[in-house]
């Protein structure tokens, strides 16, 4: 079993930047391709990136190429998602989880506003 906790959501204005972190407790988190997902008010959860086990890998939504950069430090058993020239349309609840994701695994989520 994986617990997930993110951290590091919050109110930022329009061009602001923030850093997202997801912290794993458990197993094999090094094992697995993690991402990081957002669900926006009355919109479904859409994934917005991932990383491979070793961090060589990476895959972005067209939303946010070239603004945000996911990475992990498998040591830490933590996934980052740093997130720079934020939208408005960026505001969601953001998650992590393994990809695929796992039901189980989800956690609250952590909260990014972002004001114009």
């Known amino acids: 079993q994986v617990q997930l906790v993110e951290s590091g959501g919050g109110l930022v204005q329009a061009g602001g930047s923030l850093r997202l972190s997801c912290a794993a407790s458990g197993r094999a988190f090094s094992d697995y391709t993690m991402g990081w997902f957002r669900q926006a008010p009355g919109k479904e959860r859409g994934i917005v990136a991932t990383?491979?086990?070793?961090?060589?890998?990476?895959t972005y939504a067209d939303s946010v190429k070239g603004r945000f950069a996911i990475s992990r430090d498998n040591a830490k058993n933590t996934v980052y998602l740093q997130m720079n020239s934020l939208r408005p349309e960026d505001t969601a609840v953001y998650y992590c989880n393994r990809v695929p994701p796992a039901t189980d695994y989800w956690g609250q989520g952590t909260q990014v506003t972002v004001s114009s």
């Open positions: 990383i491979n086990w070793s961090g060589g890998r990476t």
